[in-house]
Each structure stands twice: as C-alpha cells, then as structure tokens.
C-alpha cells in the first residue's frame, strides 16, 4: 500500500489554466508538506498543515493555494499557471513536527 | 549560500568502490535525515541521526552524526548499480516543522 500518494504523477498544461495536484497519506500522520524540486535539484518547503491547519506558507505567490479537508488529503490548487511553475513538486507527511517526513512519489509538471 | 551544503556535487565511481557523501549545516543540527531519490521516482527514507557521535547503517550505506562540526557523513561500501540516485540531506535547523534540504548528490556507479 502506498503511504503517501500523489495524483497525477506527470502533468502537462497551458500558461493560464488552472490545474490541482492531489495528495493523499494513509499513515495516520498529523503534519503535511508541499516541497517544490527547482531545476538544480533543491528542495524547498512551500506549505505545511498541521492538523488541517496552515503552519508554515513560505513565500509563494498567491496563485498557489492548499486546501487540505481532512488530515489525511493536502491538495495543491494553482491559478494562471506560468512557464516558471514548471517543476516537481513533492508531498510528504510526518507523525509530528520535526520527525521523519514519508514523501510521495512527486509530481512533475510541465506548463506550456 | 545554502543552509544545507552536500558535496559532492555529483560523483560518478566505478561498480565496488566505496565512497562518502558530507552534509554541512550552517546552523546547529536538531536532526539530519537521509533521503534518495531513485531517477525519476520519489523520495526514499533511508536514515535519521538525531545525536552527536550517532552512526547508522542500512545494509551497505553507514551515516554519522558529527553534531560540533554541524555535519554528516554518508558511506556506501563495495558500490553496486543500484545505489545509483540522487542523496539528498535533509535536517531539522530550528527552521519550525520542516526540513531543510541540500542540494543533492548525483551517484552514478559505473558496471
């Protein structure tokens, strides 16, 4: 069974549209990440829930918005994609603050 | 600079051979994790160090905590294809309930 899972695995869209990368984990955590993987390969932290609760949103545009209706689901909104959006973009989630993140499998996206 | 500075960069060693990867924190450590990321999947969970002086091993891979250097070492004995990947260093820098990562070292082991 996969822990944290991510729909869909590749995505390709046009500048403009609005598109939504679901996560899901079955591992009963309480905390949830968003990462965005830039072409050098850094990682960096994009959005943190804790118990559905926004704890860290580091700065994103507005364009970007999680939305996160249970524990268990942190689902990544954008509007009016742009050619700078093109990235993988990973969700993990953890039992607790600061304890080891369980990542799902990222999603790679391709705005056009 | 970043936080989290991994070297090598990237690291191409023949199948057998054994080699070490560093992750060095600008800030003091509260934990280092290991990460590897297989080409074109996701992350993978390999170690968590949380103490000074504390050493873990995973098969053929070894990480040590040196805690008064804010640094990490990763060890992979006798090489094999498979080990092949992206490592990322990930750690717990005070920075609130993330992770704050390296940039990543490209493996590729030669058959």
């Known amino acids: 069974d996969t822990a944290v899972s991510q729909t869909p695995k590749y995505l390709v869209t046009q500048m403009g549209n609005d598109k939504s990368i679901k996560c899901e984990q079955n591992?009963?955590?309480?905390?949830m990440y968003w990462y965005k993987q830039d072409s050098k390969k850094f990682l960096k932290i994009m959005f943190s829930y804790n118990n559905k609760e926004l704890i860290i949103n580091e700065t994103v545009p507005n364009r970007f918005s999680p939305k996160s209706p249970d524990k268990a689901h942190l689902n990544l909104h954008i509007n009016s994609l742009e050619l700078g959006d093109s990235a993988v973009y990973f969700c993990?989630?953890?039992?607790?603050?600061?304890?080891?993140?369980?990542f799902g499998q990222g999603t790679r996206l391709t705005v056009v | 600079s970043q936080e989290l500075e991994q070297s090598p960069q990237s690291l191409i060693v023949q199948e057998g051979k054994n080699l070490t990867i560093n992750c060095t924190s600008s800030?003091?450590?509260?934990?280092l994790y290991w990460y590897k990321q297989k080409y074109g999947e996701g992350l993978i969970f390999l170690m968590m160090?949380?103490?000074?002086?504390e050493e873990k091993s995973h098969e053929k891979i070894t990480a040590k905590l040196d805690e008064k250097k804010q640094q990490s070492s990763l060890h992979i004995t006798a090489s094999q294809p498979s080990h092949a990947g992206i490592y990322l260093c990930g750690a717990d820098i005070g920075a609130g309930n993330m992770l704050t990562f390296g940039g990543g070292t490209r493996l590729m082991v030669k058959p």
């Open positions: 993990a989630s953890s039992r607790k603050c600061n304890t080891e993140a369980f």
């Open positions: 800030k003091t450590l509260y934990g």
């Open positions: 591992l009963g955590h309480d905390t």
């Open positions: 160090l949380q103490k000074g002086g």
